[in-house]
């Protein structure tokens, strides 16, 4: 399974985004997916978490900013990202809930003014 992000850029504080991640298979009919972020020298975290009945969870830092959403059919992941703040800078990544895939390269998210 291949897994590409995409979507990432600068962009103000306040502003929004919309990550997608595209996968080859059916791997989100199969698996619950999940966004994650990772800062330099840091430890990969899962973000964003959905279900393949739909359910989604956040991690407190992102909660009611960001929403994740899946088009299986479409084989296509995404993450809507709203009210950015500078906090919100790293790169993203998609993958299973337990990242069972080969990572991505990601796409890079900055926040600044």
């Known amino acids: 399974v291949q897994l590409v992000e995409s979507g990432g850029g600068l962009v103000q504080p306040g502003g929004s985004l919309r990550l997608s991640c595209a996968a080859s298979?059916?791997?989100?009919?199969?698996?619950?997916m999940g966004w994650y972020r990772q800062a330099p020298g840091k430890q990969r975290e899962l973000v964003a978490r959905?279900?393949?009945?739909?359910?989604?969870n956040y991690a407190d830092s992102v909660k009611g900013r960001f929403t994740i959403s899946r088009d299986s059919a479409k084989d296509t992941m995404y993450l809507q990202m709203t009210a950015l703040k500078p906090e919100h800078t790293d790169v993203y990544y998609c993958?299973?809930?337990?990242?069972?895939?080969?990572w991505g390269q990601g796409t890079q998210v900055t926040i600044s003014s």
């Open positions: 993958n299973t809930a337990m990242s069972s895939s080969p």
């Open positions: 298979g059916s791997i989100f009919r199969l698996n619950a």
């Open positions: 959905i279900t393949t009945d739909g359910s989604t």
